[in-house]
């Protein structure tokens, strides 16, 4: 006879725990929900809005207990590492996805039509598949900005004046569309973006969406157009919509507050760990400031070709004379004094680079090569863009050492008495004990350690003061 308790759960929230495993439990509801919902299906039909919905409520709660963050206290979590989070972030993403495809494949209609609940859930769907996308570095999907912008005109809310955060409905969830673009969260990492979300959505009260514009830079929306959010200043045409956060920074000022006296983590944010909390608090507050971060530099158009190499050992063999190993031809498409702009449209590792991954770089109509970090990425289903700030136009191959070990690695800046130098070695490099000298280019001088300025899964950037 069948043991009852070996016997598989094919109910969303059975097939959403995976047996165990938060990844495959993500990708079996994936697989699930794409087999199931197809344009014009029958199984579409006979599953309904029954299946899809259960799915919807399952994936909120499995998303919530696997996260690595999260306000709800949930006992001690397993460690994993960055691949199985990319992973997670995936199946995050590509299972919201499915959810929203279902929703609107049963009834694309209910954008305009159909009761309430089933319209609200359909745009809730919407901003968890924007939302979670973001989170794993893709760009602004054109689609779904149209699908929300589609339920939102067809509310009562299209022709106010004013939306805000403190009424549940269709216009709140565009307005919490807006807020999640605003924050820009393919920039951050996975748990800053967790942390970021619970912030925007706790401030939703204070948000709003204006007809008025600011003289602040502002991000304004045209729902009836589907369009994506852009910021900019001043300009007003009839039917946009300007987002306003000022209000929230009252709130995020005095949780920072609470946090920097040394009150504990305040109540609203719960489990959240206060060392991931104070830098979210700051980044928040500065990108809804009525002065938010703008590039500081003039940025220069251009199309060159570039070489690229991708991470320490193959940075520093370029550095050393050595080809190329692994062959990545893209294109800078603008740079300024401090970082470029590279369009990449395809990798022999069939993955893009991440924030924080150190790339050498070199120009094909130019000599020699650059070393750079990625800050910023974007992904689109069949190319990348990366922003990358430069540490060095001209790398020289050094090493450290202390007497009885050296250090080999990429010296970043010239030496000069009394002066800083920042030198990139491998990761995993020993620590070396002062006094220090550093071996350049024929040439040796006496450091002092000064900080670490990053220290990553495959590299190590330090910053010494020549003495």
Same mark, same amino acid.
């Given at each position: 006879?069948?043991?009852?308790?070996?016997?598989?759960?094919?109910?969303?929230?059975?097939?959403?725990?995976?047996?165990?495993?938060?990844?495959?439990? /993500?990708?079996?509801?994936?697989?699930?929900?794409?087999?199931?919902?197809?344009?014009?299906?029958?199984?579409?039909?006979?599953?309904?809005?029954?299946?899809?919905?259960?799915?919807?409520?399952?994936?909120?709660?499995?998303?919530?207990?696997?996260?690595?963050?999260?306000?709800?206290?949930?006992?001690?979590?397993?460690?994993?590492?960055?691949?199985?989070?990319?992973?997670?972030?995936?199946?995050?993403?590509?299972?919201?996805?499915?959810?929203?495809?279902?929703?609107?494949?049963?009834?694309?209609?209910?954008?305009? &039509?159909?009761?309430?609940?089933?319209?609200?859930?359909?745009?809730?769907?919407?901003?968890?598949?924007?939302?979670?996308?973001?989170?794993?570095?893709?760009?602004?999907?054109?689609?779904?900005?149209?699908?929300?912008?589609?339920?939102?005109?067809?509310?009562?809310?299209? +022709?106010?004046?004013?939306?805000?955060?403190?009424?549940?409905?269709?216009?709140?969830?565009?307005?919490?569309?807006?807020?999640?673009?605003?924050?820009?969260?393919?920039?951050?990492?996975?748990?800053?973006?967790?942390?970021?979300?619970?912030?925007?959505?706790?401030?939703?009260?204070?948000?709003? @969406?204006?007809?008025?514009?600011?003289?602040?830079?502002?991000?304004?929306?045209?729902?009836?157009?589907?369009?994506?959010?852009?910021?900019?200043?001043?300009?007003?045409?009839?039917?946009?919509?300007?987002?306003?956060?000022?209000?929230?920074?009252?709130?995020?000022?005095?949780?920072?507050?609470?946090?920097?006296?040394?009150?504990?983590?305040?109540?609203?944010?719960?489990? /959240?760990?206060?060392?991931?909390?104070?830098?979210?608090?700051?980044?928040?507050?500065?990108?809804?400031?009525?002065?938010?971060? @703008?590039?500081?530099?003039?940025?220069?158009?251009?199309?060159?070709?570039?070489?690229?190499?991708?991470?320490?050992?193959?940075?520093?063999?370029?550095?050393?004379?050595?080809?190329?190993?692994?062959?990545?031809?893209?294109?800078?498409?603008?740079?300024?004094?401090?970082?470029?702009?590279?369009?990449?449209?395809?990798?022999?590792?069939?993955?893009?680079?991440?924030?924080?991954?150190?790339?050498?770089?070199?120009?094909?109509?130019?000599?020699?090569?650059? /070393?750079?970090?990625?800050?910023?990425?974007?992904?689109?289903?069949?190319?990348?863009?990366?922003?990358?700030?430069?540490?060095?136009?001209?790398?020289?191959?050094?090493?450290?050492?202390?007497?009885?070990?050296?250090?080999?690695?990429?010296?970043?800046?010239?030496?000069?008495?009394?002066?800083?130098?920042?030198?990139? +070695?491998?990761?995993?490099?020993?620590?070396? &004990?002062?006094?220090?000298?550093?071996?350049?280019?024929?040439?040796?001088?006496?450091?002092?350690?000064?900080?670490?300025?990053?220290?990553?899964?495959?590299?190590?950037?330090?910053?010494?003061?020549?003495?």
């Amino acid at each position: 006879m069948e043991d009852p308790g070996r016997s598989l759960d094919f109910t969303p929230a059975g097939v959403l725990a995976g047996g165990g495993d938060a990844v495959a439990g /993500l990708e079996a509801a994936t697989a699930t929900l794409r087999a199931i919902y197809k344009p014009g299906s029958l199984k579409a039909e006979a599953a309904g809005l029954h299946i899809v919905s259960g799915f919807d409520d399952a994936l909120r709660h499995a998303i919530e207990i696997s996260a690595p963050l999260g306000i709800k206290p949930r006992g001690e979590r397993a460690a994993h590492d960055a691949v199985w989070w990319s992973r997670w972030l995936a199946g995050a993403r590509d299972a919201s996805l499915a959810v929203c495809d279902a929703y609107w494949c049963l009834s694309p209609s209910q954008s305009t &039509a159909g009761i309430d609940t089933v319209r609200h859930r359909l745009a809730v769907s919407v901003v968890e598949a924007m939302k979670w996308s973001a989170c794993d570095r893709f760009s602004p999907d054109e689609v779904l900005w149209a699908r929300l912008g589609q339920l939102f005109t067809a509310t009562p809310e299209a +022709s106010a004046s004013l939306v805000g955060g403190d009424v549940p409905g269709i216009a709140r969830e565009y307005l919490r569309a807006v807020a999640y673009h605003s924050i820009n969260l393919d920039q951050v990492e996975l748990n800053m973006a967790v942390v970021l979300v619970q912030l925007v959505d706790l401030s939703l009260p204070f948000l709003e @969406l204006t007809r008025k514009s600011s003289q602040a830079p502002q991000y304004v929306a045209f729902p009836a157009r589907g369009a994506i959010p852009v910021r900019r200043r001043g300009e007003q045409e009839a039917g946009e919509w300007h987002f306003a956060p000022w209000a929230a920074d009252e709130l995020l000022a005095g949780f920072a507050a609470q946090l920097e006296a040394g009150g504990g983590v305040p109540a609203a944010l719960g489990a /959240l760990p206060a060392a991931e909390l104070r830098p979210a608090l700051s980044y928040l507050r500065a990108q809804w400031s009525a002065q938010p971060p @703008l590039r500081n530099r003039r940025r220069y158009a251009q199309d060159a070709g570039v070489m690229v190499a991708r991470g320490f050992a193959a940075c520093l063999a370029v550095v050393r004379g050595e080809p190329l190993g692994v062959s990545r031809s893209w294109k800078a498409l603008d740079f300024s004094h401090s970082g470029l702009y590279i369009l990449a449209d395809s990798d022999p590792t069939r993955a893009w680079p991440d924030i924080g991954e150190l790339l050498g770089v070199h120009f094909v109509d130019g000599a020699g090569w650059q /070393l750079g970090i990625v800050r910023r990425l974007r992904m689109w289903p069949n190319h990348a863009g990366l922003g990358v700030e430069l540490l060095a136009r001209t790398p020289v191959l050094a090493a450290i050492d202390d007497g009885e070990l050296a250090v080999e690695g990429i010296l970043c800046d010239t030496p000069e008495k009394g002066g800083v130098v920042r030198f990139v +070695s491998l990761g995993s490099a020993p620590e070396l &004990a002062e006094p220090l000298f550093l071996r350049a280019a024929g040439t040796v001088v006496r450091l002092r350690p000064v900080e670490t300025l990053a220290q990553e899964a495959g590299y190590r950037l330090i910053a010494y003061q020549v003495q």
